[in-house]
């Protein structure tokens, strides 16, 4: 069990690390955009005097290094800063949205992980069959076509013409989950559509892979059902890349959704950050950066762990 | 004939085979293959690679491996005819009926689950047995076959139990649900001799004690001569001939297996060592990363023309030796002294004349040639880096050593891929001979060739070292082959040497204890040697 804990301390101290680095270079990232800060929030009405003072306000004269120690204590303490656009503290205003953003991608997980594995595997049972190539080709087609394109098809169908589902889908603390569900149940699909073939053929390929083994041949030949053969014997050794790949879309689910919360005028992070993208405001924007980083790291880091707990060699050694 | 098991008549085998830049077409594997087993024997089928032994040793159960079909025949099993009940009909009675031992455990298992968990499965899945019956037959099983501690032998997975015991728990597992006929293909293939012995023992045992039938497919015929009561001899899908194992051995009909039975016809005359050794390793101690030893104190030497076998099990430090010889390895201890010259330890450090005057042959030849490049090119390259020689004379130097390898100048322009296994080992020697060495290391070369095709490969070597007087530092775990080839011979053990000198010497007893381990437990082409050997085992240490 030593080595297994060993590697695992190994794996979260690297991943700390990697966090710290990012936030460096997310600072130096902002800091090199072209532009002046005061600037841009001063706009026309901008005196050089003003600006000066605006500046010093700021603390905008002070070395970079001191600015980069100063949010980074910040952000250690909780305290992500000030908005510079409306003044509001980022840290409260993010929560809302994190919140929220991680509610929308928590549901399109539950959907679209079970079923892309499940799809998966029947896929396998029946490879080079039509069942194989009509799940191949079903989800190829739906992460081909653009994230704005289905999510409008649906919206047509399923919120205009049935009036099954708002078009719109806004959330708030007084609603019920049921109610919060059916308001966000069309982001979901667009959401499970984009990310389920990813899932699918990597559970389809990783499997495969496996079905080559010897010890496959051996379950065969005891007379299993093909399924069993697939689910008790195959699985099991598949898992480390199936989850991999999982975590890879579960990141995207958080840092990746702009384009859907756009179209169904979500209140999550993307709109959050693109908002302030645009104007130019960077305290609002280092923090949504290093949030998505650590999301990153985060479910990177539980791929590397399920890896390292599932691998039999690791967790009882000779 | 109430007491047949197995009645395979006129059985067909075809498969589909995709060779590039051909259109796909079908190859016959097996044809017009007849056999019965009768309840409680064993047959041994025996024959070289792509002889289909194992092909016709999975029929029993209705499987093909890859693309390979069932074409035509019937195969009757406790007197139906399996090939009408479908894949169904086959999953029926795999895993419950007939049962199969493959030839790497270490593969076979599932890394994934405990032993007990696979073993117990088949006889659950067929509902034969409660989890708890089976748990207690398996565990009675591997107290019968010797397992250590069979109470919890189960409870390990297969990485954290040794080879020769994944192979017994593999027999057990096939012994479980309790089949009718049990398909051993090549179970102690993989093993070292001194494991294989044991497990052939067990074996055996479960055999006679359960009363199971068996399918014993093996390409070492002195090895299925000690479990069979019959074998089929075997070649190119055909039958070739069958008879008892007694006249099999004793009295073979047909010229193909006169062949198998008096393979190692090699003549060699040992030479004595001489004053001026071309190499002399001196004290090597050698360990991978800070932490595995696996080379102590190794002292050897290999002299002009003359051929060092070095043996040992896996494991026993044989390829470290040639690693820290070759320099990929280089040694925290020891010296190594090349033609009166000393050895940089690194491989990096040494001269173009150090590496051209030692060259390596290796087990695999398929995976030391690039699949790319032509045989003209493969042996071409050493004669342009070493003796900087273009064009038609180089061409002119690989037809004669394409000559001296009893291959034609029609094999230039041919690719690995088109070679068969042992003319793929000939252009290594081609390519390692090309440079004019001195010493070439040898490594395993012939372990992964047929008996009759390592046979041409140890002749030619011999002729080769008579015309170049070159010498060979021959590693190997086959004793048969040291026997046949070595002029002097080092025994290994545990990254020891545990007996060196001069082959006669060595192979004179008296023997310290592994030496002699490792001699008995060769397979002699004899009934009867496994019970001779072990019972002489049991003698002796009843006499400690």
């Known amino acids: ?318 | 004939m109430a007491d047949m098991l197995l009645d395979i008549r006129n059985l067909r085998i075809e498969a589909t085979v995709y060779p590039p830049g051909e259109p796909a077409h079908d190859i016959i594997i097996v044809e017009d293959v007849s056999l019965t087993l009768e309840k409680g024997k064993v047959l041994g089928l025996i024959g070289e690679s792509g002889a289909g032994k194992s092909t016709i040793g999975l029929s029993a159960m209705g499987y093909g491996r890859g693309g390979v079909r069932i074409a035509g025949g019937e195969v009757w099993l406790n007197g139906r005819d399996i090939m009408k009940g479908g894949m169904r009909g086959f999953r029926k009675l795999r895993g419950k009926e007939v049962t199969y031992v493959a030839q790497s455990a270490a593969a076979a298992f599932n890394p994934a689950k405990k032993l007990m968990e696979q073993i117990t499965e088949a006889a659950l899945a067929h509902g034969m047995a409660s989890q708890k019956q089976a748990e207690a037959r398996a565990v009675d099983l591997f107290t019968h076959l010797g397992l250590p501690d069979p109470n919890n032998f189960g409870s390990r997975y297969p990485h954290q139990v040794s080879g020769g015991q994944l192979q017994r728990a593999m027999t057990v597992m096939a012994l479980v649900p309790e089949p009718d006929l049990i398909v051993f293909d090549e179970p102690t293939t993989a093993l070292d001799v001194t494991t294989q012995i044991d497990v052939l023992a067990a074996i055996k045992r479960a055999i006679r004690d359960t009363g199971v039938a068996a399918l014993y497919i093996t390409h070492d015929l002195a090895v299925v001569a000690q479990v069979a009561d019959e074998i089929m001899v075997l070649r190119g899908g055909r039958k070739v001939e069958r008879n008892t194992a007694e006249n099999i051995i004793n009295n073979p009909q047909e010229e193909y297996t006169r062949a198998l039975v008096s393979v190692r016809s090699i003549e060699h005359e040992e030479k004595k060592p001489t004053a001026d050794p071309v190499l002399v390793a001196r004290d090597i101690s050698a360990a991978y990363g800070n932490a595995i030893q696996v080379l102590k104190d190794v002292s050897i030497e290999v002299h002009p023309g003359q051929t060092l076998a070095v043996v040992g099990e896996s494991g026993s430090g044989k390829s470290t030796l040639a690693r820290v010889i070759t320099g990929l390895l280089p040694p925290f201890e020891g010296t190594v002294t090349f033609a009166g010259r000393t050895f940089s330890r690194a491989l990096a450090k040494r001269s173009k004349e150090d590496l051209r005057e030692l060259q390596m042959i290796y087990q695999m030849a398929d995976t030391a040639m690039n699949p790319r490049q032509t045989v003209e090119t493969i042996i071409g390259r050493p004669l342009d880096f070493y003796f900087g020689l273009k064009g038609r004379k180089k061409r002119e130097r690989v037809m004669e050593l394409l000559e001296e390898i009893e291959m034609g100048a029609e094999f230039l322009d041919r690719y690995p891929a088109e070679l068969s296994g042992g003319q793929k080992q000939r252009v290594c020697i081609a390519r390692a001979l090309a440079a004019k060495p001195k010493l070439i290391i040898c490594d395993e070369v012939t372990s992964a060739l047929d008996p009759l095709v390592a046979d041409g490969i140890l002749k030619l070597l011999l002729r080769l070292q008579k015309a170049e007087d070159v010498a060979y530092l021959f590693i190997t775990h086959d004793l048969a082959t040291v026997k046949a080839i070595a002029d002097s011979i080092a025994v290994m053990y545990q990254g020891s040497l545990v007996r060196y000198g001069p082959k006669t010497e060595v192979l004179t007893p008296p023997f310290d204890d592994y030496t002699d381990l490792l001699l008995s437990s060769v397979p002699e082409m004899k009934i009867g040697w496994l019970e001779e050997v072990l019972e002489h085992r049991t003698m002796e240490s009843a006499g400690n």
């Open chain 1, 1 to 318: 069990m030593g080595q297994v804990l060993k590697l695992l301390v190994q794996r979260i101290a690297l991943g700390l690390l990697l966090l710290l680095l990012v936030s460096l270079l997310v600072f130096v990232g902002t800091e090199i955009l072209p532009g002046d800060v005061a600037q841009s929030i001063l706009g026309q009405a901008a005196t050089p005097t003003s600006l000066a003072n605006l500046r010093e306000e700021l603390g905008l004269n002070e070395p970079a290094p001191l600015r980069y120690l100063s949010w980074l204590g910040g952000v250690l303490t909780g305290d992500l800063g000030t908005a510079l656009s409306n003044g509001q503290d980022i840290t409260t205003q993010i929560g809302l949205r994190l919140g929220n953003t991680l509610f929308l991608a928590f549901w399109a997980a539950v959907v679209a992980v079970p079923l892309a594995i499940l799809l998966g595997l029947l896929a396998v049972r029946y490879r080079n069959r039509w069942p194989d190539k009509l799940i191949s080709g079903l989800t190829l087609a739906s992460i081909s076509l653009p994230e704005f394109f289905t999510g409008y098809v649906l919206i047509f169908f399923f919120a205009v013409k049935l009036r099954w589902f708002p078009s719109v889908a806004t959330v708030y603390d007084s609603m019920s989950l049921l109610e919060k569900l059916n308001a966000i149940a069309l982001p979901i699909a667009v959401l499970v559509m984009v990310v389920l073939a990813h899932m699918m053929r990597m559970t389809r390929a990783a499997i495969l892979n496996v079905m080559q083994s010897a010890y496959i041949e051996t379950a065969e030949l005891k007379g299993l059902s093909p399924f069993k053969v697939i689910f008790r014997h195959a699985f099991p050794n598949a898992v480390a890349p199936i989850v991999n790949v999982v975590m890879l879309n579960l990141a995207y689910l958080v840092v990746g959704v702009v384009v859907v919360e756009v179209i169904f005028v979500y209140p999550g992070m993307g709109q959050y950050l693109v908002d302030h993208v645009s104007k130019r405001d960077v305290p609002v924007v280092q923090a949504c950066g290093l949030i998505f980083a650590a999301v990153y790291i985060g479910l990177n880091l539980v791929a590397d762990i399920v890896s390292i707990v599932t691998n039999p060699r690791l967790r009882h050694p000779k």
